[in-house]
């Protein structure tokens, strides 16, 4: 039970600090952080499409970020790695507020979201899902669902961990939209299953 605890504890760890970065390190474009921790320190690495920004004239920025990590978050002795995406459209947070941007910009809602699929596997992803809720019509309409997939995406099973997941929300003028994204990166092993090519139907093509 106490190793179950544990476990526990370090996601939600994991989710409190993404949450805190993910507003922080919004203008240096945030995506997602590893912890690996060691015996003598932990070690967070952060996903951003501009580095520089997350670490500032001198380090004054990181060293911010490494101090409120260790006072707010009681992580001991931690290091802070800085990585740059190396493609945006494999990366769900982005995706998914790319997604929500243009949707604030009343763009059509399924037309962006098999666009936005479309590009996902086009970038060698070996399965992508996205799901939108709330007000994707005209005001006065009811809120509904959109949910397109390509690939495979498994949804029980220790082989979840091997998806990354991202959520944003939009705020049009008629009210909230969230938006899920979720993707099987490029070179992803399944112990059950070999993914070859994925074909895109000619809806999503052409859309």
Do not use: C, W
């Not at 501009?50 to 004054?60: A, D, E, S």
């Not at 459209?89 to 243009?102: C, F, G, W, Y």
């Amino acid at each position: 039970m106490a190793i179950e605890r544990k476990f526990i504890d370090d996601s939600i760890i994991k989710l409190s600090i993404s949450k805190y970065l993910s507003t922080e390190l919004t203008r240096a474009g945030f995506s997602r952080i590893e912890i690996q921790k060691t015996p003598i320190l932990t070690r967070i690495t952060v996903y951003v499409l501009n580095p520089g920004r997350v670490i500032g004239r001198g380090g004054k920025t990181i060293d911010s970020i490494t101090e409120t990590i260790k006072n707010k978050f009681k992580v001991e002795n931690p290091q802070i790695n800085v990585m740059e995406v190396e493609n945006k459209m494999l990366e769900p947070l982005l995706v998914a507020k790319s997604i929500t941007d243009r949707l604030e910009r009343n763009m059509n809602a399924r037309r962006v979201i098999q666009q936005s699929l479309r590009e996902i596997v086009e970038n060698g992803a070996l399965g992508a899902e996205i799901i939108a809720n709330g007000k994707l019509a005209a005001k006065g309409a009811r809120a509904k669902s959109i949910r397109k997939i390509l690939g495979y995406i498994p949804k029980a099973g220790d082989v979840t961990e091997l998806v990354r997941e991202a959520h944003a929300t939009a705020y049009p003028k008629y009210g909230a939209i969230g938006v899920k994204v979720r993707i099987v990166p490029p070179g992803t092993v399944f112990p059950d299953r070999e993914i070859k090519s994925i074909e895109i139907p000619k809806s999503i093509l052409n859309s």
